[in-house]
């Protein structure tokens, strides 16, 4: 294995603006293999006209994107469907097939793809995405309007999954869950990544998430990424955006938290050795 | 790129050695040779696979599952993939119960009734509390002046021009046919009896009705159903703005009171349609015509288009708002809701209609 960083996705010179309002000046970025990036920034950066600029949903005004080695602007619908096979995205409502049930939610990328794909192994795959991704098992034939916010996020998730990518996009995928469902939602994540060695491209207002998950951090701020790193490395740069952010009091809570999980998971093996 | 999955078995050790990509862009017929091998199974040794992810992981472990095989040479994190999809087999239901058609086609019929029955029940307690709206707005004198005068504008102003090309074409055809036919009997002065009678006792009133329930009946059901999705209906009542009287007073209103304006407006339309064709085709001079009018129509085909209409926009409005207000769920409820409220608006209109038609012919308003 090459230790030399893998990038998956590449920006350069990004530009958005929806009329006067300028969204995005001169972004770059850079995701590497393998890892679970955050991207954090106030209501109204532009974290999801990012994501959406990179998968090739909003034209850019300006600047090259490329994931994969290839670029994503101005392909047509039909184009591109390489990438579309290697990338899974989650949208923030989870955007499922409304006249579909969960099980074929699940199934519509796996057919788009692999039309000849045995139907037996199509609803095999189709379950095990259900339950690997926290449903309940009577959820297959459900449809997203019977289903709870939370529910639609895990279907939303296990359609995402549907094709075992390497890359996963996830927008605001604990906000709206509780605290105790949140918390599944990043282990599962993490559990995923580690399992498929995922890159993950998170967006998230969620302290507990950035410091539970994510290996580096973005941060968005005055129409641009304005540091990338760990928290630590964050917060070690004195701007006092990211000061606010990360000490704020929902930061330290967040912190405080981590650490006590830290010194859990680090004390436990200990502790029963001693019994 | 790498190898498409393959196999090779040793059927004196039972191990079968597995290589390439147990991928599913790479899976190939993988699954149908593994679903049709039938020799010894022992030992699957995956130390030669380039990649796995769950499709391949998944298609190992049901073969194994079947043969009753070992697993073995899984690099750690090859196993904690394996490790994680064997723990979600577990039974999973993909499909709702399967009803033969035959019962399901009754099933559906009977739920249809059913349906029918409740919106129809629906329908008659929202057109009841409705009037309650009314009373307390008077009541309490909240009436809504601002967004009554706007649904005026919506549902009877910027109608104006498509109503006037529709009753002004219906006009035309009328006169054309009519003389077509009349003219076998030397008959073709009827003409005007024919245009004016028709235009100012139905086809005024009911063309614009159906134009109505199509441009602001269906508006009105995709407005409150889309409302009801974002939760402004509930936020609405929490802030103590009753919806009935907020939304569904002044649209019901608007219907009511500009249907008889536009109907009235349709039928003059309407005759002038008709005086042109009358004019260009039959050579019956604008003046004679327009007294020809005054003549034949009696005043109550006035009366009777007038009283009509009122009720008609009542109805289209009600119709709408209340379909509009059941809009639960998702979005598609909100076009499904919309149909419902164009169909339902129109198919009460001529029902009334044809109610209308014996009721003013017993009163002798012929």
């Known amino acids: ?275 | 790129m790498s190898d498409a999955a393959s196999f090779s078995d040793d059927s004196n050790t039972g191990t079968l050695r597995f290589s390439g990509s147990l991928s599913l862009a790479r899976l190939g017929d993988l699954p149908e040779r593994l679903a049709a091998y039938d020799g010894r199974a022992e030992r699957l040794d995956l130390s030669g696979i380039e990649r796995l992810d769950t499709i391949g992981a998944w298609t190992i472990h049901r073969f194994a599952q079947r043969t009753g095989a070992t697993v073995e040479g899984l690099t750690p994190d090859g196993q904690y993939l394996f490790d994680q999809v064997r723990a979600a087999d577990q039974p999973v239901r993909i499909r709702g119960e399967h009803v033969p058609a035959f019962t399901r086609v009754l099933g559906e019929v009977g739920e249809a009734t059913i349906q029918a029955g409740r919106t129809l029940y629906g329908l008659l307690g929202f057109l009841g509390a409705t009037v309650i709206a009314f009373g307390s707005i008077i009541r309490y004198r909240r009436f809504r002046f601002n967004a009554t005068v706007q649904r005026f504008e919506v549902v009877g102003v910027s109608a104006l021009g498509i109503i006037a090309l529709m009753s002004f074409l219906i006009g035309i055809v009328i006169a054309q046919q009519g003389a077509v036919q009349l003219r076998q009997f030397g008959a073709e002065i009827y003409t005007i009896n024919l245009v004016g009678r028709l235009s100012l006792r139905e086809l005024g009133v009911l063309m614009t009705a159906i134009m109505v329930a199509g441009r602001s009946g269906s508006a009105f059901a995709a407005q409150i159903g889309t409302m009801k999705l974002t939760e402004e209906v509930d936020a609405m009542r929490t802030i103590g703005v009753s919806p009935m009287e907020a939304l569904v007073v002044p649209r019901v209103l608007a219907t009511t009171l500009m249907m008889p304006l536009l109907g009235f407006y349709s039928a003059l339309i309407g005759i002038i349609g008709g005086g042109l064709l009358c004019w260009a085709s039959l050579g019956i001079p604008w003046v004679t015509y327009v007294q020809q009018i005054r003549e034949v129509v009696p005043i109550s085909d006035v009366y009777v288009g007038l009283i009509k209409a009122p009720v008609f926009g009542a109805i289209i409005g009600i119709a709408g708002c209340f379909q509009g207000m059941q809009v639960e769920a998702d979005a598609e409820q909100v076009g499904l809701r919309t149909t419902s409220a164009v169909v339902q608006g129109i198919f009460l209109v001529i029902v009334l209609d044809a109610f209308f038609a014996v009721f003013f012919s017993s009163i002798g308003w012929l």
């Open chain 1, 1 to 275: 294995m090459a230790k030399e960083k893998d990038v998956i996705i590449h920006v350069r010179g990004l530009k958005n603006s929806f009329g006067e309002q300028v969204v995005h000046e001169d972004l770059d970025l850079d995701v590497y293999r393998g890892e679970i990036i955050g991207v954090v920034g106030g209501s109204g950066t532009g974290k999801s006209v990012l994501m959406r600029s990179i998968i090739g949903l909003q034209t850019p005004d300006a600047g090259e994107v490329t994931v994969f080695g290839e670029p994503t602007i101005g392909r047509g619908e039909t184009e591109a469907t390489d990438i579309r096979k290697r990338w899974g995205i989650l949208f923030q409502g989870g955007a499922l097939f409304s006249t579909l049930t969960v099980a074929e939610n699940v199934e519509v990328p796996i057919k788009e793809f692999y039309p000849k794909l045995d139907p037996v192994l199509l609803d095999e795959i189709a379950s095990y995405k259900v339950v690997m991704t926290g449903l309940p098992p009577d959820a297959g034939p459900k449809y997203p309007a019977e289903l709870s916010g939370g529910m639609k996020k895990r279907a939303g998730l296990a359609r995402a999954l549907a094709l075992d990518p390497e890359l996963l996009f996830l927008d605001e995928p604990t906000a709206g869950l509780d605290p105790i469902g949140a918390a599944a939602f990043d282990e599962l994540t993490k559990s995923l990544q580690r399992t498929m060695g995922l890159t993950v491209f998170l967006i998230t207002h969620d302290l507990d998430s950035l410091y539970a998950i994510c290996d580096r951090v973005a941060v968005l701020a005055d129409r641009k990424v304005i540091a990338v790193g760990t928290i630590d490395e964050l917060i070690a740069l004195d701007h006092p955006w990211i000061e606010e952010y990360f000490k704020g009091p929902r930061g330290r809570a967040a912190i405080a938290t981590q650490e006590a999980h830290d010194a859990q998971s680090a004390g436990a093996p200990q502790g029963t050795g001693a019994d």
